[in-house]
């Protein structure tokens, strides 16, 4: 079905990755494109990654992948907490942290920060697989700003996924320094962030200037790696920050058993082990 | 400089990294360009990946991420064996995996069998970083089939390098089972191979059909991941093919300390720390 289409319409969706490289996915349909009070926000069906959702034309998820970002942004930090209660996600809106969040047998409640409630529909509506535990009565959906709520919140969450776009437009905020030590007092005593934190190849100076941010304000500051083919480079990063916890020091038998497609014990120990171009990012 | 000529010349170098997904790279200059005997050479000079050799459209190494690839397809194996003598690159051409096995200490000789002389003699010109230890005297180049080779040599080679272009064209004979059984004759009595095969995100039959065979020659067979940007979806595999030494169980500091950017002892274990939407691939 999709050969014959590929003949009779050519269509190519378009990231500018960088300003000097460019991922082009074929595609099939544009499901629905608007511009949101926040961002513009596009569904498409392309041939390589499935449905891919864009915002300001950058890719966020797609059906294909997704489940790695969404694993490695959660079950690191759960497991290395081993008994965390309450959790917050700043973006994702798709639901993706959220589906993975509510698999920890430990957690009670999650509360979704998500600034712009059109993505949250949308995702609602066609990404079901990502967004199917949105409405779980665990979870809490609250259209406000980030950055406003941790300030508003302390001493409240064990675990926070800072599951943001791009250090760029209505994200700006979840980068900067401010930020890392209001989520440190928006944590428990032994509570655990992980944010999204860019490419080794592409944004190194946004690497060492977030870790090294992280690390004046976290005793425990580790960086993992992980795959994820639809990002510029197919090399993520992920920061953590952690009050007590250390995640290299999580013991094997603690790990519940729930089904994941990318993370597993080993993996979470791979994931810290970085090569020497990236460690030299940290110094 | 670069932002100035972006500005003045718009040029863009794309490969279709499959039929529905294209990667394009700003350059700067084409530097050459030629049709060898055996397929279409371009050397350019692109803002994201520095200097890039294409081979019939296809990136095969760049300036910015070549030490992944050259170092994951020589230390794991060097490493595993701990004492070899006598190594074997088929294809390579570019000269950077001769130049990472050259480095080992027990290492007397590395022969190099690329079928096309214009890519060594290019590389020599244009990438010097990648080709430097083309010239030294413990390197002897021959321009032949390295399918033949192989036939030619039995019991000969305590390691033995598969740097390929993809299994399509000139290539393609070096992902038949024959050739891996050819390989397991031309191996020293603990001899190991490891080839590049390909992306577990877009050609997983092919992982799946090289992993099986090989499986049914050698005792141990294992598949390690490594991050190469400039690859399709920037997650590549190496299989490797041994008859004794198993790579998981390496001492560490059997190790010998020489410099690398991307290989360390524990990016050595954790490469072979497959998620399980990869294992699913070699059951």
Redesign the interface.
């Known amino acids: 079905m999709f050969d014959q289409q590929?003949h009779v319409f050519n269509l190519?969706a378009t990231e500018d990755q960088?300003?000097?490289?460019?991922?082009?996915?074929?595609a099939t349909q544009t499901l629905h494109t608007e511009q949101t009070p926040y961002q513009h926000l596009a569904i498409v069906d392309?041939?390589?990654f499935g449905r891919v959702l864009f915002l300001d034309g950058i890719i966020q998820t797609t059906t294909?992948?997704e489940?790695?970002y969404h694993e490695m942004i959660t079950h690191p930090a759960l497991n290395t907490h081993g008994s965390p209660k309450r959790a917050l996600v700043i973006g994702g809106g798709d639901g993706g942290t959220i589906r993975e969040l509510i698999k920890y047998p430990t957690i009670e409640k999650v509360t979704l920060v998500e600034i712009d409630a059109r993505v949250v529909e949308n995702a609602k509506e066609y990404l079901p697989e990502i967004s199917c535990e949105l409405d779980n009565p665990k979870v809490e959906v609250r259209y406000e700003d980030g950055v406003k709520h941790v300030q508003e919140h302390k001493n409240t969450y064990d675990i926070i996924c800072v599951d943001s776009p791009d250090p760029i437009g209505p994200a700006e905020g979840l980068f900067a320094k401010e930020f890392y030590q209001n989520l440190y007092e928006a944590l428990t005593e032994d509570g655990i962030f992980v944010a999204q934190t860019e490419?080794p190849?592409?944004t190194e100076s946004l690497i060492r200037r977030v870790h090294k941010d992280i690390s004046s304000i976290f005793p425990i500051t580790k960086v993992m790696?992980a795959?994820?083919?639809s990002y510029?480079?197919?090399?993520w990063t992920f920061t953590m920050g952690s009050k007590k916890h250390n995640p290299l020091e999580v013991a094997a038998d603690k790990f519940p058993g729930y089904k994941?497609?990318?993370?597993?014990p080993?993996?979470h120990?791979?994931?810290f082990?970085l090569?020497?171009?990236v460690q030299e990012m940290l110094k």
């Open positions: 590929k190519w960088t300003p000097n490289m460019r991922l082009s996915l074929q392309t041939l390589p294909k992948d489940f790695v490419s190849w592409f790696l795959f994820i083919p510029p480079g197919g090399m994941t497609r990318y993370y597993t080993e993996v120990k791979a994931a082990q090569p020497p171009f």
